[in-house]
């Protein structure tokens, strides 16, 4: 392999300059967590200041490039606040436009020489972009090769500043200034993600017309945290709608719904919309040390956040990506591992298990003058008190982060929030090629052999004569077939309405990971069905179980309809390799005009089953567990795993999940 190492194609963009992003000993955000980071990476020897071929130089933007994000009167307003005024006129002045322009509200207090600070802020993210893009922006290499292809900028990511107002902590918008610089002088599309634990409102609102920028924001709802914006329903104006994209979490969620999270919508996303580029922000507030929100992130959630921002970057866009920083404010323990996870992730680095001792030892005293402040501000959010030392090691130690409580619950809400998102934002085609939170079914690729070949005739067919008359039987019915059917109005025990029943018919039909089974009259009324589906939430981490759920017609029962398609529906090879489960929950049983009560028709069911090699067994999963007249029933395929067969019994008894009841 004669390829170009990635490391070399990566640079980090820092300037002492930036160190002058100070609003005070008092404020949250303080420039010695990016002192303290580029001193934990020179310590390691992942990065050097004086090394060219890993630094990228930064220069301030010009007015002309600040004015692509920001109004000129805000501009002049900046600066104007940037030197002390003489007069006892100039200063009521100044107070007029710091009231006007965002300053007076305690987060972003005008600094002296701001104006310049915050420009060569938004100059390091606008030079990191224009680099990786090639444009003349980013100054010029030798070759193509030469070009970075990655960029870190921890100084940037002040994702809160509006146009015309400054903004938690944010003056100007170095992320809205460097993806503007783009869109004017190329063709390009840029997809913004934001992890940091707040909305990333600036960067949505200066986009929020565009359909060349996808904004995709993380964060903690806006629920109880600033600023309040971001939620799922805010998606983009005019033409841009359908490019802004948000991720509300719930407080205190951890590790792993996030990276479910970013797992289940990232790469639809970026697939649907082909960037040229992705621009990540990682603010680190999302961390169950930080004091400001209410989130409950380890370094291992993350580093998946960074992993994953890496492979999309050499997935989808030919590896063209610029990190920033943001938010984080637990400043010495948090932040400077976070960040070298970023850059050893872009550079190809093994970061070492340890944290220096020197590093350590200079760092230790400054956090623990902090540290009061630090904790104090995590208990008024809510948080589990956090360890009163110092890491020595760069990932954290899971003893350290107690389980949330409500965990499962959280969990669920937010994979509600999803796949809210997802029907909201993904199409439907690439939906179904990245199923959310679940391994490939081995029914999906069954389903393509016999869907997408364009076979005339996909499915097996049979028919079964019954006194009331014919009835077709098919399985793998595609949603063409759907479409062209009828629902008999005595169908309708699981959405109470023969349309509804006949919108859910279509979209099983739609799913690669479902398998719809139909038996419908010759005019093309359905009479009966048969779905197979991956098991719901409760079964998560078990492979390969799936549900199986029958409905026929009131109009159709006592013909053996119901056993007759069962079995047609089951017979196939391929279902020898998965566990099979079927429920009979009391409150979706049609008895009426049965003249049958709950516990007769539990035995019908029983037996129903059991004629296709079915077992009853007890269970704790909360459906069943609800009323004694509820049933669970399962068969375990020839070729499963032993392994697999027992997780899933020791699952069929387990007790940790019955928070949801
Ligand atoms: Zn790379
Ligand atoms: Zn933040």
Redesign the pocket.
Known sequence: MSEVK?NS??RLVYDPAELDYNFGPEHPMQPGRINALIDLLETCGLWRSTGEDSRLPLRAATIEELSLAHTSDYIAAVQTLSTPGSSKAESDERQLLAIKYGFADGDTPALPRMHDVCAHIAGGSLVALSAVMGLPAGGAFSSEDARP??VFHPGGGLHHAWAERASGFCVYNDISVAIANVLRASEAKILYIDFDAHHGDGVQRAFYDDPRVMTVSLHETGRYLFPGTGDVLELGNGLGHGYSVNVPLEPFTEDDSYTEAIESLLSPLVISFAPDVIVTEHGCDTHAWDPLTHLSLTLRGIQAQITLA?QL??TYCQ?R?VALGGGGYDLYRVVPRAWSMVWAE?S?QALPEHLPDAWVERWRPVWSSVEDQEAAAQQVMGKVPAPTNFPTSFQDRPEDFPAQPRRWSISRANRHTVSLVRHLLVPSSVRQAFPAARSQSPLAGLFDLLHLRGSATPSRSKTLETPAGALLLRDFCPPSLVERLTVDEGLHAFARLPAREHQLLLSIARRPDCALTLAHTPAGRIAGEVTLAPGDEWWEGLENVYEVAIEVSSNWRGFGVGRNLLAFALELDALEDIILYAMGLSWHWDTEGLGLNSYRYRELIAHLFASQGFVEYPTTEPNVKMEPANIFLARVGKRVDQRVVSQFFNHLLSTPNLARL
């Open positions: 990635a194609r990566a292809l990655h890496h970057a050499h590896g990506w872009m190809d």
